[in-house]
């Protein structure tokens, strides 16, 4: 099982629609099960998915017995849900109180592996306890980055902060989100963060109201764009290069 | 099970839903007629429709059905499912097959070893027959929350029934609900709106396949060719025959489409035992109804009986095909063929001329008569008036009695020197008596009148093997005497030589094992057993 985070601090930079975008396309070929992660419930919203009344941070720290009940198949073949719950704002009170506090959500997922063979998380913008959580949890942390400069600073950030606590900057996998390329700005600031971080999945997402769409279809993109468009395009060309960067299948 | 996998969506390995609930609908419901139970809180879309058709086989008593299993067909795919395999709907079912019938009607078609040991051990010698075609029309429905989320599928069913044996076609309506997982409250909700036009719930392929058991040629499911007659002491000897008759004669009725249409052997055997039946009451009945009468219904019998007898030895010899070739030395089996095959074609022969028999207007007017016969004496106009008025009481341990005495001292006669003929007419005594047993064993208590009728069983099963063994030493002599003996039908009659030989070892043993069970049968337990039933006297 490989667990796949989409991270950044910065909000509004592609999270969620890669998210729900990439776990629709591994769920053509492999078991997988998206767990929003963020309050806002902006991926559960996708995919018309509410939380049931009786689930809340709690029973996600308690783990898979009390977390299976409320997973939710989707619409798709292979691909179920984990909701968020609005008490997930609290979430980094209740791992404090924990012992091995950055390390509980990684023990959490080990016990779905014989169920999936990925798991998305999607994750909210901060950087907190529950963030070191997920970077212990995943075994790659895509980041989208706009191509402007305060969504590179704000990736430096992140890198600093996987320094100073001795994290696998390896497992961090910037690529570009909401790129338009007819802006200098975009194509200058491509170029010299690629230089500066070789490790940049050479994948651009660009800016489409057909993904900002989502919201009104409430699905993947794929649901209602042509296969062989661009944005399907780059979404399938995201998803090989993890599957890649992974060696081997999932 | 068939119909789930017909869409292919719905494999095992999904992890959108959960097993399915199932409901037969009362009074064959539409799709829309159960979807507008949803009210405002749920909304639906068909996804998609389909029509499918398969077959059920099983024999023509249901064998495989008796024994919990289901074989079906669809297209060259066979599918044979057991009502004790866990989960009930298995997914892959326990055994999937993909061997042809061909639309044959003979279990030797079925290539498949493992299907056919499976199948043969609950078979014996019945042939698997095309027994229902279940033409099936299934749509596919999302069912949607308030969020437009799919909640659950619904799979509707209506399935049209056909039989060769009969003009209708009922139909049935069922419905299969798939939970998505996380959505089991929606469900829950799904199905009370619902309940009003569900009827039941099936839980496993049998509950909905046993709704169209009724129509098969035979169709009462547990078909047995004993007779089922209640019948009262008190009630006057004449109409506690008519009543016997009556039975038998629905018998014949029930049998001769299955002969005409060579669908299995057992439909000439019970129709021969019905006509048996009827030739013995007749010759109980002498003092009863009108002698003239009688003698012409006694001739019809015999010529219902003659009329088969050929047909019959034949089946009783491809019955035992593979047995006998089995006793032959291995290398030797084989060698058989020929006589085996120029077997069969008598067999197409005697079959044809019975058949046309049975659809003759001589073979109509012997039924008519005999009907004729029944109605007239089931409610006479001018009752006999020197006919005698016994009750069946009193005149069923008589006749008894009479047949019991004659069967023992036609037996003590028989020692390991009689001739063939001697076992044969004991044979028949024994029938006879057999059938009064049947004919009035509602008069006595069942445990004692059963542990009677199967010591007489034994017995009659031994004299039986006999006979059958004569008449097939006597077919072997004839064939053998039309055979012209050349270089290639050595290995025939060597074979044959040997297989006359074994029958003639047969009849030895079974001689002997006849003395065992006629001592049996005359044991003094049995006579004690005979002595309670039907106040029986040693000496009498």
């Known amino acids: ?250 | 099970m068939l119909i789930p996998q017909d869409f292919p969506s719905f494999e095992s390995s999904s992890t959108r839903t959960l097993s399915p609930i199932n409901f037969h609908l009362a009074e064959n419901n539409s799709p829309s007629d159960l979807l507008q139970f949803l009210r405002n809180k749920f909304t639906s879309k068909k996804i998609e429709t389909r029509q499918s058709t398969f077959h059920r086989w099983d024999t023509f008593d249901w064998r495989l059905n008796k024994n919990n299993l289901l074989l079906f067909q669809s297209k060259n795919k066979l599918c044979l499912l057991s009502k004790e395999a866990t989960p009930p709907y298995p997914s892959p079912p326990p055994m999937f097959l993909k061997s042809c019938l061909k639309g044959a009607t003979n279990k030797h078609l079925i290539k498949d070893p493992n299907l056919q040991n499976l199948i043969a051990s609950h078979l014996s010698n019945r042939s698997l027959l095309d027994q229902v075609q279940y033409n099936q029309q299934s749509s596919l429905h999302s069912i949607f929350n308030k969020d437009m989320k799919t909640v659950a599928f619904m799979l509707y069913h209506r399935i049209y029934c056909e039989s060769k044996y009969t003009e209708e076609k009922p139909s049935l309506s069922w419905v299969q609900l798939f939970p998505f997982r996380g959505y089991t409250e929606a469900l829950n909700k799904i199905k009370i709106y619902f309940s009003p036009l569900l009827k039941s719930e099936l839980k496993n392929p049998f509950d909905w396949a046993q709704l169209f058991l009724p129509i098969s040629l035979r169709k009462n499911l547990n078909y047995n060719n004993r007779l089922r007659l209640h019948l009262d002491s008190n009630l006057d000897a004449d109409q506690a025959l008519i009543k016997i008759f009556n039975q038998c004669t629905k018998t014949i009725h029930l049998n001769t489409e299955g002969i005409v249409a060579d669908l299995d052997v057992e439909f000439l055997h019970d129709y021969r035992v019905a006509t048996r039946r009827v030739r013995s009451g007749i010759s109980f009945a002498k003092k009863l109804f009108d002698r003239d009468a009688l003698e012409s219904a006694k001739t019809d019998m015999r010529m219902l009986g003659n009329a088969t007898n050929k047909l019959r030895d034949i089946d009783v010899y491809l019955q035992r095909e593979i047995k006998i070739k089995k006793s032959l030395p291995p290398e030797m089996s084989d060698a058989l063929n020929p006589f085996f095959c120029e077997l069969r074609k008598e067999r197409i022969l005697e079959q044809r001329k019975l058949k046309n028999f049975l659809k003759s207007n001589v073979y109509y007017e012997i039924i008519d008569r005999w009907e004729l016969f029944l109605k007239e004496n089931e409610f006479p106009d001018n009752p006999i008036t020197n006919k005698i008025s016994e009750k069946v009481g009193s005149i069923a341990n008589k006749q008894i009695l009479k047949a019991l005495s004659k069967l023992m001292t036609e037996g003590y006669k028989i020692n390991r020197d009689s001739p063939d003929e001697m076992l044969h007419e004991l044979r028949i005594h024994g029938k006879k008596l057999r059938y009064l047993m049947e004919f009035y064993s509602s008069l006595y208590l069942e445990n004692q009148v059963e542990s009677f009728i199967n010591n007489l069983k034994t017995l009659q099963k031994c004299l039986g093997k006999f006979n059958d063994r004569s008449m097939q030493q006597l077919k072997l002599n004839e064939y053998i005497k039309k055979l012209c003996i050349d270089k290639e039908s050595i290995p025939l009659a060597t074979a044959m030589g040997i297989l006359i030989g074994n029958l003639q070892m047969d009849k030895v043993t079974l001689k002997c094992e006849f003395f065992t069970h006629f001592e049996n049968f005359c044991s003094k337990n049995n006579l004690l057993n005979a002595k309670a039933l039907f106040d029986y006297q040693p000496n009498s």
Request: with cysteine.
């Open chain 1, 1 to 250: 099982m490989k667990t796949i985070s989409l991270y950044s601090i910065k909000g509004g930079v592609g999270k969620t629609t890669t998210c729900v975008n990439l776990a629709y396309l591994a769920s053509l070929k492999y078991r997988t099960l998206l767990i929003d992660l963020d309050p806002q419930s902006a991926a559960s919203f996708y995919l018309r998915i509410q939380s049931s009344k009786s689930y809340n941070d709690q029973k996600l720290l308690k783990g898979h017995k009390k977390i299976s009940p409320h997973i939710k198949a989707t619409d798709f073949e292979n691909l179920d849900l984990l909701p968020s719950d609005i008490s997930y704002r609290n979430l980094d009170i209740k791992l404090d109180e924990l012992k091995k506090s950055d390390r509980k959500l990684r023990s959490l997922l080990e016990d779905f592996s014989s169920e999936y063979d990925c798991i998305f998380l999607d994750c909210p913008p901060n950087l907190t306890l529950l963030s070191e959580n997920i970077f212990n949890a995943s075994d790659q942390i895509l980041v989208p980055i706009i191509p402007t400069t305060l969504s590179i600073r704000t990736f430096h950030q992140v890198s600093s902060f996987f320094k100073e606590n001795q994290i696998k900057k390896k497992k961090l996998k910037p690529y570009f989100s909401m790129v338009e390329i007819r802006k200098k700005l975009h194509r200058d600031s491509i170029i010299s963060f690629t230089k500066s971080f070789p490790k940049t999945l050479h994948v651009q997402i660009p800016a489409s109201a057909e993904i900002e769409k989502m919201g009104i279809h409430q699905c993947p993109v794929f649901n209602y764009i042509s296969k062989s468009s661009l944005i399907a395009q780059r979404y399938r060309d995201l998803l090989e290069k993890i599957e890649t960067k992974s060696h081997k299948s999932f």
